[in-house]
């Protein structure tokens, strides 16, 4: 069974969002396993320095790569990163699974996104949308697209 890691910095604070995220944890764990890591991002300012800024994604980015299942095939949400349909997407799960990968890892970073090592280490940088979300919307966001990858690969109906 694929074991799937997401490593959170912040936790969700919405009952809602929260709610929506263990549907899907629910709904995926017959197929997968399904950790999710939550690390407590860096303190900062209200107005923080890019100095600031930096040396917080650094910090953030020891306990990210702690969290990094060993032989994982890693994936960074970043606004850089490609999008995908949810095809494609469903593709991107599968062949990680052809070529070996029982784990895969997704890390959604803070609201100042991801230190460029994160990104670097990553096998595929991905982003969500063109459109800005809430990184913790991101989280419930992407436990859908999970689900809905599985079912595509499956050939479940949820997809249609």
């Given at each position: 069974m694929m074991k799937i890691t997401?490593?959170?910095?912040?936790?969700?604070?919405?009952?809602?969002?929260?709610?929506?995220?263990?549907?899907?944890?629910?709904?995926?764990?017959?197929?997968?396993?399904v950790d999710i890591v939550e690390i407590h991002p860096s303190k900062l300012p209200d107005n923080?320095?890019?100095?600031?800024?930096?040396?917080?994604?650094?910090?953030?980015?020891?306990?990210?790569?702690?969290?990094?299942?060993?032989?994982?095939r890693v994936y960074a949400l970043c606004v850089e990163g490609s999008e995908f349909s949810s095809g494609e997407f469903a593709d991107s799960i599968k062949n990680g699974a052809v070529k070996g990968a029982g784990s895969l890892t997704f890390i959604i970073g803070s609201s100042f996104g991801l230190a460029d090592t994160v990104k670097d280490k990553a096998d595929v940088r991905m982003?969500?949308?063109?459109?800005?979300?809430?990184?913790?919307?991101?989280?419930?966001m992407l436990l859908e697209q999970l689900y809905r990858a599985f079912q595509i690969n499956g050939g479940g109906k949820y997809h249609k």
């Open positions: 997401l490593i959170c910095l912040g936790k969700l604070k919405d009952a809602c969002l929260r709610g929506a995220c263990g549907e899907y944890v629910k709904r995926l764990r017959p197929m997968c396993s923080p320095s890019a100095a600031a800024i930096s040396a917080a994604l650094s910090a953030e980015s020891a306990l990210i790569f702690k969290s990094i299942p060993a032989r994982s982003s969500v949308s063109k459109m800005t979300f809430p990184h913790q919307l991101a989280r419930v």
